[in-house]
T-cell receptor, first 113, second 112 residues
Framework: QQQVKQSPQSLIVQKGGISIINCAYE??????FPWYQQFPGKGPALLIA?????SEKKEGRFTISFNKSAKQFSLHIMDSQPGDSATYFC????????????FGQGTTLQVKP | EAGVTQFPSHSVIEKGQTVTLRCDPI?????LYWYRRVMGKEIKFLLH????????ESGMPNNRFLAERTGGTYSTLKVQPAELEDSGVYFC??????????FGPGTRLTVT
């Protein structure tokens, strides 16, 4: 049972463009939604996270948009750079429980110069 | 501050052998998690420690997997005997609370 569905599986964007990755979840008890960035040979690194009481969070070029009624959230990377080329994972957890993360399948982003 | 470290970075073993993976969390982090990513699929939760106690083992695949956390510090994950389907990347993560997990670089396990 896939509780968090992520799309697209891969994404190619030109330098300076906007990268958008979408995730949908099923469990309405989830209350924490992080995005992780992973470079080859490295572990996932926490990029940005959001709680369901806000609809948007921005940190630099990275923005999370959250739609609680639709049970969807997305990552927007503005002015995408070649250095942003990585695999991105969305995740969800219920922090009142163990806080274990339920991950999406991952999106491989390639930003072309 | 040192991050989460894992050892070894890569292990190749034959089916039926035993392998032990080690994770050293960030100092002071009581929460320690193990995850696994198999064949390019999603990263899946295995188990969660709070200090030396297992809080949630719901993701452990079967009884061939044994996790321990000595004195609430480092943790080991033993696979005995290993099967082909155990191949994958095993990640360890630690955190102060139930959010904000920091991941290690992972151990790539290949069972042949």
């Amino acid at each position: 049972q896939q509780q968090v569905k992520q799309s697209p599986q891969s994404l190619i964007v030109q330098k300076g463009g906007i990268s958008i990755i979408n995730c949908a979840y099923e469990n309405t008890a989830f209350d924490y939604f992080p995005w992780y960035q992973q470079f080859p040979g490295k572990g996932p690194a926490l990029l940005i996270a959001i709680r369901p009481d806000v609809s948007e969070k921005k940190e630099g070029r990275f923005t999370i948009s959250f739609n609680k009624s639709a049970k969807q959230f997305s990552l927007h990377i503005m002015d995408s750079q070649p250095g942003d080329s990585a695999t991105y994972f969305c995740a969800a957890s219920k922090t009142s429980n163990t806080g274990k993360l339920i991950f999406g399948q991952g999106t491989t982003l390639q930003v072309k110069p | 501050e040192a991050g989460v470290t894992q050892f070894p970075s890569h292990s190749v073993i034959e089916k039926g052998q035993t392998v032990t993976l080690r994770c050293d969390p960030i100092s002071g982090h009581d929460n320690l998690y193990w995850y696994r990513r198999v064949m390019g699929k999603e990263i899946k939760f295995l188990l969660h420690f709070v200090k030396e106690s297992k809080q949630d083992e719901s993701g452990m695949p079967n009884n061939r997997f044994l996790a321990e956390r000595t004195g609430g510090t480092y943790s080991t994950l033993k696979v005995q005997p290993a099967e082909l389907e155990d191949s994958g990347v095993y990640f360890c993560a630690s955190s102060h609370s139930n959010f904000g997990q920091y991941f290690g670089p992972g151990t790539r396990l290949t069972v042949t």
